[in-house]
């Protein structure tokens, strides 16, 4: 952020350079370029102008102005040299777009009147970039300039770099059609660069730092990578307000290829409608670390990262836009291999990734992410407040985390994703990090195994953490959640109204697990959630199967319900579960059903064997109901308030040792181990006892937007908001009697920016 900051003020010094400079400037030569002047040539007004752009190069001295009017210019003539090209000079701006009648800059229209710079020598160009042998390599070349120089409104036309390749010197022929820079600085405004064709790569071939604005690349291709714009290692590129459109690359990155180690900065950019093998939009290659604000990505099309291809390299994505980009195989927004980019404040909508790409049931990986696609060991990206909606994709609708990738997920939003398998997050083989994030309206069906219609997890140990999963669906199991092998952690997570729906050729007799269904060999942890009004045919909040034993621990189960048993929890074959501390309370037809779990410490809904287990109301602030009609799965269903009123027996009646070491909040994001001295000990361990149940109780605090719970919201709540928006440990600390759900104002179950204008809303009234 610092970086991007200081990029933008180094930019605007240069625009106040640039002016001081044009003002100077303006006390200089202006030589006049027109093709058809017909007075004496001398460039010296528009009834003298020379008719070749050449000669008022050649003519230009530090400081001066060339003013091109409409109409096309070559480098050489019919059968000349396909090495020449325009050279830029020090300190010479070329400006076009004049009808020849102008005595100001202000008055030309350069959207108006083309000035075309065009490699294609004889006019014989071809469709398809036939007929080419003739053209210019190159059409423009800034090389080895000091500052000053400046290319403006111009169109950059039909160069062929298809000469001889020495690499990055400037002799090479193979690279930069339309513009080649070296060592230098230009300023490139209100151009366009298309129909150009490389060997290589850039129609626009940056190794210097050239500053773009309001440019346009459309049309360009390459044989390798970087049609449109290519940034070298250690070029500083600024681009503002350019678009990349329509272009090819039959390698990588047909848009935009940055190698910038020194931070290209990409601003209110848009990339729409490229096409190639690899980041169509725009690739960032190994060590690179550009930085895209403000970014629309859109209709770009490539087997892998359809939007953006991130390899080995640290970009950062800031309030970027990705929609309806395709990734063959995936990664439809963006695709990370070994790569840990920043990704921040972004919306990911209408993509598609690897929908006819076959396998990959029941964990074995295939491919997905229509959001984004993380892969391989070391990729870690940073992914948070982003927007995940509507995206289509075999696995992973928004995030396909794969192959011992650890991708943090932080308040991020999950909605209508439609999948094979995992709507919101696949984790194959990956320790991810997901915490704060909602998962809502998020499907998975239509193959063999749809499971996690709001995430999966396999062969890994994610931890999720304060999550939502509200009204997802799959058609096998695992309405909210799917988790095979290993031990992940869900902690402090709400699984609402999720379903497993049975659907389809493959699952009719299926549907087991609304809330979560827990396959083969797993063995998470689940601690402090709630699970409420889930439905299946089996296990409508949990199931558990084939020596998967979870542990459910300081959990709440109410009012879920299964077509056939388990309304609450199902398991079959399991060899160790644990459910401790927890409610089962309102479920149907059974709280408990098959193999029995161990179960202590702990409130059943009629009774359950086991240690300290209580058959009495739970005391809830208020019980879920079916709502006026009367019926479950209905839209006027009452979920309750799943917290503890003083009155309840479950207030320090659990067990401490069977609560999670490291972990001291509840589902509300309340503090845990609340003694209340009114209330007799009955649990087991040390003062202070934890409550049974999802809720610790808590006195005060639970006014929305009253985050320092002194019973009022008002001025003295913004440091409390601030704090719990910044550093949610920290607030937890500070405000020991407060729930940080207080500062979910906008009520979305993440505290995160969005939550900000609702709280300055609420202050004002």
Known sequence: MYAIREKRARFCYACLSMAAWCLAGARSETIFVAKFASGVNDGTSWADAFNDLQDALTAANDGDQIW????????????GSRDAAFELKTGVAVFGGFAGFEATLSERDWEVNSALLCGDLNFDDGPDFSNREDNSYQVVRAVNLGPGARLDGVWVIAGHADGPGFGAVPESRDQGSGMNVYDCAPLIENCTFTLNWSVNHGALNDHGGATLVNCEFRNNYSADFGAGLYVHHYSETRAFH????????????????????????????????????????????PSSASHIVNGLFTANSALFGGGSYVELSTPIFENCRFENNHGEFGGAGIQVTLGSPTILSSAFRNNDAGITVPGGSGGEGGSGGGGIWVDGAGASPFIADCLFEDNVASFGGGVYAIEVATPVVENCVFRGNRVHEAGGVYAADSDCIVRNCLFEGNSAGDSDFPVGGGMSSYFGSPTVENCRFVGNSAALGGGGMYCEGEAP?????????NTATADGDCCSTQGIGGGMFIGYFCTPTIADCVFADNAAVRGGGLHAIAFADPQILSCTLAANRASESGGGLFFVHSTDPLVSNSILWSNSPEQIFGEPPIVRFSAVDGGYAGENVLNVDPGFVRMPGAGSDGEWGTVDDDLGDLRLRLESPLIDAGRNADHPAGWSFDAFGALRFRDVNSVSDTGEGARPLIDIGAAEFQPTGFEVGDCNCDGRVNNFDIDAFVLALSDPAGYQAAYPDCALTTADVNGDGAVNNFDIDPFVMLLGG
Request: glycine share 10%; aromatic share 12%.
């Open 489 to 497: 952690r869900i902690f402090a997570c709400v699984f609402e109204r």
């Open 68 to 79: 091109i009017a409409a109409g096309v210019y070559t480098p050489a003539p019919p059968g």
């Open 242 to 285: 350019c678009r990349f459109i329509d272009n090819y690359a039959v390698n990588h990155g047909a848009g935009t290829y940055s190698r910038s180690q020194d931070g290209a900065l990409l601003e209110n950019c848009v990339w729409i409608n490229n096409r190639a093998d690899r980041g169509a939009g725009m690739y960032n290659a």
